[in-house]
């Protein structure tokens, strides 16, 4: 017997678009007049290569609907690189960083942070919270903040005390890299369809060339789109978890 159930998913996606609510749903909903407006689309990652491994295929699906994608980086990635000393490195991976957001059509923002010694203190929030600010940004992507790095963890907190302090307000949302290993108990509220630009992203990530992209793959990155995918009814998917309480992005309709 078949029983059609509303979902709690549905109810949440369904709810939010009524409310006006900038969600995913309905940014990416083309027959939604309100994701006909161009959009500032902002993703805040530690290290080159976090961005485009955890969200890539979303910011590459945004940018082909002719949003703005910006990609701000906390660091260069200094220490990424064994053997070569932290300018060579930064070097290097900030011109793959390019690279990668060129195939993305994404803007890359760098915000001068060292890898393995981030800060969260009150001039890194100030920072981090102008580069923000510059670009007024409607949605905004950053690395959730349970994980068991700390660079990871540093980006995510500042990102969620911008969106705290936010004058003008908007929709945060968390990816997943390494999931596991890395990012744990993490529970996506939405789902992207990144079927259309799964091979687009894979690209993104192959330009970090430094950084061992079969092995970011081999980090559970495949699978986590298999899975992403399975549990949205795609062939691939990235999840993400939505932000809500105080400050919750608003747009007027």
């Known amino acids: 017997m078949s029983i059609k159930t ?20 309905t940014l990416l909903n083309a027959e939604n007049t309100i994701a006909a407006a161009k959009r500032k689309i902002v993703c805040i990652g ?24 910006t990609i701000i980086y906390l660091t260069t990635g200094e220490a990424g690189i064994a053997g070569v000393n932290h300018d060579e490195a930064a070097k290097t991976r900030k011109q793959e960083a390019i690279n990668a957001c060129k195939i993305l059509n994404a803007k890359p923002v760098f ?29 905004v992507f950053t690395h959730w903040p349970v994980d068991s790095h700390k660079d990871h963890q540093v980006a995510g907190l500042l990102t969620i005390q911008s969106w705290v302090r936010a004058a ?19 529970n996506p509220t939405d789902y992207v369809d990144i079927s259309e630009t799964q091979e687009q992203k894979k690209k993104a990530v192959y330009c970090h060339t430094s950084q061992d992209p079969p092995g970011i793959y ?13 549990e949205a009814g795609v062939r691939a998917a990235e999840g993400f978890v939505r932000m809500t309480g105080k400050g919750m992005g608003m747009i007027t309709v």
Do not use: W
């Not at 509303?6 to 749903?25: S, Y």
């Open 6 to 25: 509303n979902t709690r998913r549905q109810f949440v996606k369904t709810t939010a678009t009524g409310l006006g609510l900038l969600t995913l749903p």
């Open 46 to 69: 530690a290290h080159p290569d976090d961005p485009e491994s955890g969200c890539g295929g979303t910011l590459a699906k945004l940018a082909v609907q002719g949003h703005e994608v």
């Open 111 to 139: 915000a001068g942070q060292i890898d393995g010694a981030t800060i969260a203190d009150n001039a890194a929030l100030q920072h981090i919270q102008s580069l923000i600010t510059a670009e007024k940004p409607d949605v």
């Open 168 to 186: 003008a307000k908007f929709t945060l949302y968390f990816f997943e890299v390494c999931a596991g290993e890395q990012t744990m108990i993490f």
């Open 218 to 230: 081999a980090c559970g990155h495949a699978s986590m789109e298999d899975f992403r995918g399975r």
